[in-house]
């Protein structure tokens, strides 16, 4: 991993300890997400497209050191690969007695973990395990599954899903209407997505922004994370309306998709562009309830990888260029609809970029707040409620 990071490298002081540790733990991420084979991997073959990286026994050692900052689950199978690689191909990167000690101590870690009632885990377990309890995270499961290309929709919540053209949301689109389709509807969250709502001038123009102003997030340094590497890894930039042409367009672009309030408003988390390289991702997570909605705009194709996962829904949405998806993140009464939990799967080739517009609460002065708590707002369809 490190000689391919000297070769692609364009900064004369790198690559710096943290780009490799980013590196290692794409690979990882993306290996634990889609459970692909460890051979196929190290020998730089992923989803059967030939990469031209390969990994050494070295490299699957020090994906394993490092794992265990992000997963309870012992490193197990990348040591063994270590170590087949070391036994098997003459890989001289690591040595014979390095990769069999590292392969006992992380099988020892392994069944003392899980069986901990082994005699040879005496002690051991008292000293490592005291008072430790595996807990699992059935919306890491879902995310991990959804990820895998599984939608969980049942096919009563399918047969409702349909498309249409939206021409009475803003005067301008009884000319030219624009293209929506539902992800999904009640009683589960309502998601949408738009297609084919911003030029491709408008887009590159984002993108280049972000490549000349972005921050890197979600960075190892050392072992603590400045951010959970699990939580996000993403560079990110802020265009600001007021300055940036682009940035205004796709303000007033929301405003007109939504029928929601956001130009000329003060005050709330200007536009965010978002970049994912190869496993980058965003974990399962829930929009500020301040934010009454949504709005992300893909900015360009992704080759594989990168839908945004709709847990509770059951859904993904695909990252298509030009196309916009939006939720509302708050019921009518301004409490926060904690259904939308929500994730970005790993880019596997390629990259990801997008365009979010949160949409601030304290603006929307129009909107009506329900009698019943806890109500759900609803997207109309050419004005009209579905439901009805």
Known sequence: ISSYLAKVYNITDGPLQSDLQAAMFSVWYIQYIHNMDFK???DGIVTGIETGVTLNARDCLNIANHSHYYSDDPDLDWVKHAFYLVNNNS?????????YDALATSQLDYDCKFRPNNPICRGYVESKYMGHVVQTDFLDMKLKTMCRGKNLQTAQEK???FCWYEREIHPSYKIGPIKAEWLSLHPKTEVVQFYDIITDRVMDSLRYFAYDNATRDGVMVEINAVVSPLERQIIFAFPD?????ESMYVSQLAERTTGLKLVNKTGGV???LTGYGPGGHRGKHLDAPAQTGTFMIYINDVKKGGETTFLTAGVSALPIKGSAVFWYNVFTDGTADKSFDHGGCPIVFGEKWVAVR???DAWQDHLKCDLKPQTP???LVNGKSKYK
């Open 40 to 42: 196929d991997m190290t």
């Open 91 to 99: 890989d001289d990167s690591v040595k014979y007695e390095e990769a």
């Open 159 to 161: 047969s409702k899903l």
């Open 241 to 245: 309306p007021e300055t940036n042409e």
């Open 270 to 272: 200007s536009l965010r």
């Open 358 to 360: 949160w949409i601030v």
């Open 377 to 379: 707002y609803e997207i």
